[in-house]
């Protein structure tokens, strides 16, 4: 892994730019950058990958005969034209749970490391015909850019534009020694639409970290119109552990709101307190798809026969299985990693409990 060649300071607020052409190629090239971001960083570090392949898919599943049954591959084979139509974001799903993910845990073990729990990451997708988080680069205090060897960048917008004598260009990371490229993802299936209207989702999201960020980021990134969001009444979580920082649900709704809405303006968001394990998704005919994590499977099954009963279309679900730290998605490399960054709301509060612990027997 190369390093970088000098030292450099402690800063707030930080921003990696960088971007992909493949999504079938292992993210480790990001390596180098968001390691010395996340080392360097004290509050705010956002990663924002720009790439044709993340512009609005065609609305409608591509045409398909015996020969060509695939959806547009998630691999770019020119770089002239930043504003084509991008991939069927159902079709790449796990392709993109992989990057969120490899980049997500990097910085999370890097921070608990560091004893940092509370570094807000966030990772954006933006396509050259996205809106920018413009907002993003010009409070960022230190701008890195890193992108795969051979690779061009998309025009950079203004705001990063305008910075760019200041911009730190980090060579990409060779794959580690004894690390092969990811497995193939399962064949996508043509049948899926790129988008679907109505997506819905369920959590707590107390002291929002990565694997909400996992979970809110794959909804988003399915979701065409709406994206409804369950979050866990104040009333159910009464048994939680560190129940006394548990963060209350006004202040849990507008936190996954903000964060949200900047990973894809433009998106209705619902977002609705859940006091049973169904919400919306017992009564709503126009939700058509469902995200859940592997521990919240039996979940969907619930939900799946009150539908039923209910006379009521199923839903197509989408499983977010690396917040399990399983190797069904991650590089075999990065699963140690991610079983030891603990990307948990208990975790963090049992943190929290301890630096108060901690300063007031100081004091």
Same mark, same amino acid.
């Given at each position: ?10 800063? @707030? ?13 292992? *993210? ?24 044709? &392949?993340?512009? *609005?898919?065609? #609305? ?19 770089? !002239? ?27 999370? @073990?890097?921070?608990? #490391? ?24 010009? =409070? ?11 690779? *061009?960048?998309?025009? &950079? ?6 910075? @760019? ?23 996508? !299936? ?58 209350? &649900? *006004?202040? $849990?709704?507008?936190?996954? $709101? ?43 099954? =619930? ?8 006379? &009521? ?7 977010? #299985? ?32 301890? @630096? ?6 100081? =004091?």
């Amino acid at each position: 892994m190369p390093a970088i060649a000098f030292t450099l300071e402690e800063v @707030k607020r930080t921003v990696v730019l960088t971007t992909v052409h493949d999504l079938h190629e292992s *993210p480790h090239f990001l390596a180098t950058a968001v390691a010395t971001a996340a080392t360097t960083t004290t509050e705010a570090l956002q990663v924002i990958v720009l790439s044709p &392949l993340f512009n *609005p898919p065609p #609305d409608a599943p591509p045409a398909t005969t015996e020969s060509d049954s695939a959806p547009a591959p998630a691999r770019l084979e020119a770089h !002239d034209d930043w504003h084509a139509p991008g991939i069927s974001r159902t079709a790449h799903f796990e392709d993109v749970q992989r990057l969120l993910t490899f980049v997500y845990v990097q910085t999370t @073990k890097i921070a608990q #490391d560091l004893d940092r729990v509370l570094l807000d990451v966030d990772v954006y997708l933006k396509g050259p015909a996205d809106a920018f988080p413009d907002e993003a680069v010009r =409070s960022a205090e230190r701008i890195f850019s890193v992108a795969p060897n051979g690779i *061009p960048f998309p025009p &950079l917008p203004a705001s990063a534009a305008d910075r @760019k004598s200041e911009i730190i260009v980090v060579e990409p990371d060779d794959l580690p020694s004894g690390l092969s490229a990811p497995a193939p993802s399962s064949p996508p !299936d043509p049948s899926l639409p790129p988008l679907y209207p109505v997506v819905a989702l369920g959590g707590t999201f107390d002291h929002l970290h990565a694997g909400h960020k996992i979970l809110l980021s794959m909804g988003a990134w399915i979701a065409k119109e709406k994206l409804i969001v369950g979050i866990t009444d104040d009333s159910l979580l009464g048994k939680k552990q560190w129940k006394e920082v548990l963060e209350p &649900l *006004p202040v $849990r709704t507008e936190r996954t $709101r903000a964060f949200l809405e900047h990973f894809k303006p433009g998106l209705e968001y619902f977002i609705t307190p859940l006091n049973d394990v169904y919400g919306p998704t017992a009564h709503d005919p126009n939700v058509q798809a469902l995200v859940v994590s592997k521990e919240t499977l039996s979940g969907a099954e =619930s939900i799946a026969k009150k539908r039923e009963e209910m006379s &009521l279309q199923p839903l197509r679900p989408f499983v977010i #299985d690396v917040i399990s730290a399983t190797e069904a998605i991650v590089d075999s490399g990065d699963a140690a990693v991610l079983r030891a960054a603990k990307m948990s709301s208990t975790y963090i509060r049992e943190w929290i409990v301890k @630096k108060q612990q901690h300063t007031s027997d100081a =004091s």
